[in-house]
């Protein structure tokens, strides 16, 4: 009885022990205020070349499927060359300024930030190809995971964070990226939601400049954890904000502020202004998903205004964009439902992937729209000077019209709605929201998303404005394949 008793004492000092050491890594408060230090746009990238394009990536959500369609694109960018004007070629890869992802994306994002030159021979492996929900549960159902997660201050998600960092990202932080070298990568933007506010939350310096507090020290696996943190799956991630070494709010937000015009410029500086409220001390990060599904957000708002800390407006306003290039990666799947022809409802699983799901492809449908309608209606504006100033030509002592939109767009989308075959497309739709599909699947998500750039309208009249030989290569996606995931007979 005394050695079983003895056993007890020391199994509950364990305990107490463990779960007072298990805490979610805190980051630090601000050490500078130099608009020049740290993970910002200027910082990171150069001074635009006006002679080559502006590429801005957008990676939507959706687990380990849109982290393979994500891939399939990069993969396939590799393959797009053009000729400058002396006549040498360059890759199209070699002008990505900025990538935006969200949850799934943001694992591609990343490990690409972090590793470009092992980038498509590794991440397959490390990633794609491995049940990811399978480690997340074997590390849950650890006895020291579980005397871990009694502890308040360390959740499920912090025992993602260390699955991501053993598995994929190491210890590696924002201070790493910065270590790259002004313009070696692209600026990295993962974005998740802050809860307390129902706000886009994105992983840069100038946010967390809102909370008073140093990105550079914060592993980049925290925030792809943050941006991929799935509602209910995983408890919401927390990070501490700051007073004491704060420095002032951008002036757009006060001016925003003062108007009161009630628009999303002025919902933005209320979002942004909260931080410093007395009262907050933490903020509470889920999955980017729930505010911006396709990682479009923030480059609308970057497209359409100066507000934005990495503005692509301001460059174009500096004439320092002739050619804005938009590809966005849209992972959304589309689920079809026979509740109509049973009396009894839905269950509880079938609601809460509606309640999810359903808002958040409504947002991804209005990002889309924005920035679709808002380069639709530049080329507009730019196309009525040209049709004036044609008219004014010849005219005695009449100037011509000054052209103030100087800058080329181009967006295009890439999704499964595009594609041709009806049962492929129906096939891909119906892919699941997980961190585990077959080999093969990805593959054919892979050979998918290079098919739909390679056939994709806008990005060939974008590539064609930008080189007037070029073409797109052939993309044949292989039936064998399509059979192998999807079954059936193949009308490719």
Known sequence: MRILKMLSVFSLFLILLLTGCAHYPVNPPLTSQDPEVGYRYNVVRDIPDPDRPFVLLSFSGGGTRAAAFSFGLMEELR????RTEDGSKRKLLDDVEIISSVSGGSFTSAYYALNPDE???EFPEKFLYR??????????????NLIRLASPDFSRIDMAEELYQDMLFGDKTFADLLKKGQGKIPFLVLNATDIGITHRFEFTQNQFDLVCSDLADVSVARA???SSNFPVAFAPLTINAYKHTCG?????????LRSKTHDRRYADAVAGASYRDPDTRFVHLLDGGLSDNLGLRGPFQAITTTDSSWSILQQA???????????AVNAKTSKKRNWNKKSKPPGIGAVLDVVMNGPMDDVSFDSLENV?????????LADTVDACNS?????????????????????????FDRIEDPRLMRCLQALPTSLALSRKTVDLLRVAAAHLLMTSESFEEGMQNLDREWKPREVKIDAELVDAVCGGSNSW
């Open 317 to 327: 306003n500096f004439q320092r964009l002739n050619r804005l290039m938009v590809i």
């Open 224 to 226: 792809v954890a943050a």
């Open 79 to 82: 393959h797009v060359e053009y």
């Open 372 to 380: 679709d309608n808002h380069f639709r209606y530049m080329k507009q």
């Open 119 to 121: 980038f498509y021979h």
């Open 131 to 144: 049940n990811i929900e399978r480690a997340l549960l074997g590390r849950l159902l650890n006895p020291y």
């Open 391 to 415: 008219k004014l030509t010849g005219c005695p002592g009449v100037d011509q019209i000054p052209k103030s939109i100087v800058t080329s767009f181009t967006f295009s989308e890439l999704s």
């Open 248 to 256: 002032p709010l951008p002036k757009w937000i006060d001016l925003a």
